[in-house]
């Protein structure tokens, strides 16, 4: 006669496999809303910086990014009045009239990195 032990091991191995499932990491899209997405460069892109809620972007003097480099989004995508979209990544600027600001750059540049 099998033990209690022998005939619970195989439905305890499946509920802690459904356990594990259920907190599989979000979708790209859902990342993307909230910041924390992380992304690799595709194409070069400027560094640019919007001064105001209300500015148009302008370009960084630490010059750009490069292809393969990864960074974090924090915000985004802004998108200004000719439909270019620009989003946030997790690098601080060193323009002194701006400091704790972080800078933006061309999301058609930036493709969603899978973890």
């Known amino acids: 006669m099998k033990s209690s032990f022998s005939r619970l091991a195989p439905l305890a191995l499946i509920a802690g496999i459904a356990f594990l499932g259920a907190g599989s990491a979000p979708v790209a899209s859902d990342v993307a809303q909230s910041g ?7 194409c070069p892109s400027p560094l640019f910086l919007f001064t105001s809620p209300t500015s148009v972007p302008q370009h ?4 750009g990014v490069g292809i393969g480099q990864r960074f974090t989004v924090l915000t ?17 600027t060193v ?6 600001h972080h800078y933006w750059v061309l999301r058609d540049c930036a493709s969603p990195t899978i973890r």
């Open 60 to 63: 960084s003097i630490a010059g």
């Open 76 to 92: 985004g995508p802004r998108t200004t009045n000719e439909g270019v979209n620009y989003i946030q990544i997790d690098v601080t």
């Open 95 to 100: 323009e002194a009239d701006y400091p704790n």
């Open 36 to 42: 924390g997405q992380v992304v690799t460069m595709v």
